[in-house]
């Protein structure tokens, strides 16, 4: 948990956030006390965090720490008291380095965790960090353990790379990038939402037999869901409680993979297989990061993935799209349900604000990663073209807005650079192509299941 390197920059937006138990803010005059006691005058905290020592508190000099922008105060929400920093530094274009302290008094109590997990959020959200690194004395095994509670993972090891209180000291890193934190956020916060509860769960046991006709939020995705019953074999991808997987199976398919990163979304979808009699032809899987590239090639003739690409981040989309293009068929149905697309403006007249344009976060969890049909045609290009698009609406929504996609692969595996294709089945549906400054605002802006 280094300290190092951090220069006063006075331009930086301030950080104001709040955690269950802690505050982080800026540093103030009436901070230098409970800095001195819990940082620069903690020899246990010295050891493993660089700051120079002060003897007594009228020698401390603290006038370069209050109301920095690149270094902030760890408060107890209780009592307002400071209890350690945060910092970072190193900032090199979207990238930068933390350091935080803790003062020992307040060790194994969680809170280093709860302080640098909300830290990063504030950079990657509203700084535009899209990596993050931190390092520690190679051996503080207590620093090691609140990085990887983080989510953080090992990026290298630097043999003696500084001398601190004149021994040297090798440094181990960590890392962590914005799409990482967000897919870790995503698949606690969904994890918790699918879960079954025994009140839901009984509830599911009294289901009439038919009413697996009934699972589908509309009659849209319903017959979309039962189209995939003639394939032979179909993979319900972010499957959910597996409505879409069930209704397929009941349809006709013999062999359905219902997969999910969430354990709480498999174990409903199991239950509910087993509820409606499906549990002999659909198998539902923990789909780790890696698991579709284990996934041999053209093995589905189906795919199913319904308000998933748009509630995760841009690179783990095209991930996604990529790798199902490798294993199914040439002739696989493929079938895509996403949000409807909201725009900055839209967002702004309902109270909220799109991260570079296009990604909503609630409470810290992305919602939302908002695209124009055409930008979702792009992003499907290279491995499909779009055969048909339809809007519905879930439940008590009047305007069809959210949109299904069916694609194919282009006819003899050869691309579509200029999108043609898709293009032409996007006029047909009332899409306009993207004008020379959308096409700009995109290019700025870069690159979540929506409730």
């Known amino acids: 948990m280094n300290g190092r390197n951090a220069e006063q920059i006075t331009e930086k937006p301030l950080l104001k956030a709040e955690t269950e138990r802690l505050i982080l ?14 940082i620069s005058h903690d020899r246990k905290v010295l050891e493993t965090f660089i700051c120079r020592y002060a003897d007594t508190l009228e020698e401390f000099d603290f006038s370069a720490y209050p109301g920095r922008r690149d270094v902030y105060a760890i408060r107890l929400k209780e009592t307002g008291r400071l209890i350690g920093i945060l910092s970072y530094f190193g900032e090199k274009e979207d990238s930068c380095e933390i350091g935080y302290g803790i003062g020992s008094a307040y060790w194994n109590r969680g809170y280093a965790t709860e302080a640098v997990g909300r830290f990063l959020e504030y950079l990657f959200r509203e700084k535009g960090m899209r990596t993050v690194y931190a390092s520690f004395f ?4 207590a620093s090691r353990r609140i990085m990887e509670k983080c989510g953080m993972r090992y990026s290298r090891f630097s043999e003696k790379e500084l001398t601190y209180l ?3 000291r090798d440094l181990t890193y960590y890392e962590i990038s914005r799409t990482d934190r967000d897919n870790r956020t995503l698949i606690g916060f969904w994890d918790k939402a699918l879960s079954l509860s025994e009140a839901e769960r009984e509830e ?10 009934d699972l589908a939020p509309s009659e849209k995705l319903f017959e979309a869901a039962c ?41 409903a979808a199991a239950y509910s297989a087993l509820v409606y009699g499906a549990e002999k032809q659909l198998n539902a899987v923990c789909a780790d990061p890696g698991w579709l590239k284990s996934v041999p090639s053209a093995a589905y ?4 993935c319904s308000n998933v690409l748009d509630v995760i981040p841009t690179e783990t989309a095209r991930e996604i799209i990529r790798e199902s293009a490798r294993i199914t068929s040439a002739d696989a149905c493929v079938i895509i349900g996403l949000n409807f697309y909201l725009s900055p403006e839209a967002a702004a007249a309902r109270g909220l604000e799109l991260a570079d344009g296009t990604r909503l976060y609630v409470d810290g969890v992305l919602r939302l990663v908002s695209r124009t049909d055409e930008e979702w045609a792009e992003l499907f290009s290279p ?3 779009i055969e048909k698009l339809t809007h519905f609406a879930w439940p008590g929504e009047k305007m069809e807005s959210r949109r299904l996609f069916y694609l194919k692969k282009p006819m003899g595996a050869k691309t579509d650079p200029e999108n043609t294709a898709s293009q032409r089945v996007l006029e047909k549906c009332g899409s306009r192509p993207l004008g020379p400054r959308a096409k700009r605002d995109r290019a700025l802006s870069g690159t979540g299941r929506m409730q």
């Open 383 to 385: 491995w499909y073209v």
């Open 227 to 267: 189209s995939l019953g003639k394939k032979k074999k179909v993979l319900d991808y972010g499957c959910g409680s597996a409505w879409a997987g069930i209704i397929a199976a009941k349809s006709g398919c013999p062999d359905v993979t219902a997969a999910d990163a969430a354990p709480g979304a498999v174990r």
């Open 138 to 141: 190679t051996g503080n095994e």
């Open 301 to 304: 003739d189906g795919f199913f």
């Open 204 to 213: 599911l046991q009294n289901a009439a037999p038919e009413s697996w006709k």
């Open 25 to 38: 803010d800026e540093i103030r005059e009436s901070d230098k006390e409970d800095y001195f006691h819990n």
């Open 166 to 168: 004149d021994v040297p």
